[in-house]
């Protein structure tokens, strides 16, 4: 599964509307990123993310705040940004740094700029299946299974790892699409996983552990997306073992990767003609 055409194709057409957006009402629209401290993958993240914004005729903003930030320095920030008329979407760049409550941070977030997903609001909004902000990466592979033609009612799918950003909202998503979802993590007997995985028509893999899956546990003609990613371009699937089982695959990199970004600028295109009270059906016509 190509992530990267269909990422350009939705990039393009949020373009599109951002353009037409501006041009009726004089706003460009724009993404605030919020990037505590310098970790160095996080630093990487937030500077691609806001290329591609750039590029695509969004505005974006960076705040960098210094590693010492303490959650109410940065709670004060959030709430700014979620009361400043001029910002239509907000980012909090995971992770903000261990002494910092995340959740509180995220809860900042005003619900209409909540662009990347991350509040309790936004959760629930997945979970029941109702329209809402979904989280970027998980709302990025159901885009990719959409775009398939992949079938999900009835289905099985098993999600590894239930991370707030990416397993626990993909499996959330899955089950509001009527697939029947089963998790494994952390806790999960590893002699029980290949069980698990063997009974996946689709395979969501969301561990951080590079090619921790392989071709054997595939149940043959499965669909099987690689949302890992570690240093040097390695997914948590052995792509090479895995191709020929599969019916269907994502490419690391090249996969959900790039979805995760036009989900964002999506969602930031969805929201800024959302808060200047402008129907998106009416700047695509
Ligand atoms: P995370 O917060 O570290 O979560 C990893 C998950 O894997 C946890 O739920 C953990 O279980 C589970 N896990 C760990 N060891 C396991 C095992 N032996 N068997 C089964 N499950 C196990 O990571 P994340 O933020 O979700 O990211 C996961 C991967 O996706 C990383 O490689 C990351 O770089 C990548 N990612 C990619 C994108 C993208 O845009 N492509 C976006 C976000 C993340 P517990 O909950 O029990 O600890």
Redesign the pocket.
Known sequence: MDGTKLAQRIIENSAATAAELRRRTGVTPCLAAVLVGEDPSSVTYVRMKRRRCEAAGVESRLVQLPAGTTTAELVATIRGLSLDPSVHGILLQ?PAGPHIDERAAFETIAPEKDVDGVTMRSFAAMGFGLPGFAS??PG?IMRLLDEYGVELTGKHAVV?????????PAGMMLLARDATVTY?????P?SE?SSHLRRADVLIA????PR?ITGEDIKPGAVVVD????AGNI??VDFETVKDRASLITPVPG???P???ATLIEQTVDAAAQQLGVDLKVLSA
């Open positions: 995971h970027c990466t990025g590894v790892g239930r991370s707030a950003i990416l397993g626990r494994c993590h952390r806790y999960t590893a996983l969301a561990v951080g552990k921790f949302a890992g990613y570690s997914g948590d996969g959900v990767g979805m995760t970004i």
